[in-house]
């Protein structure tokens, strides 16, 4: 357990996690940059298994991805996912200069 402005959280902190990029790619694929600087590969079609994420099966929806304060957003914030959770659920991806 531990505490943050006076609420008591389960589980373990974890450092502060925000969301600096994103891009969308082809099959719900989607490469993440981290604050830190680390860039990961994000599979989002993990997603559409739950009922908030069904919008995100539009392409044009999907590709619309944004970022606010730190988190990946749609729809104008209607539907969003922390980046804990992209984090832990992506893969380290290393970018080849071109």
Known sequence: M???NGVAFAGTSVQDMRVST???LDDMMM???FASG???LYDATQLLKYPAFQPLKDQSIFRAASIDHGVVTW???DI????EAMY???FPYDEIAT
């Open 2 to 4: 531990y505490v943050v």
């Open 22 to 24: 994103v891009k969308a």
């Open 31 to 33: 490469l993440v940059t």
């Open 38 to 40: 680390e860039c990961r």
């Open 75 to 77: 729809l104008d914030g």
């Open 80 to 83: 969003d996912i922390a980046p």
């Open 88 to 90: 832990a659920n992506s």
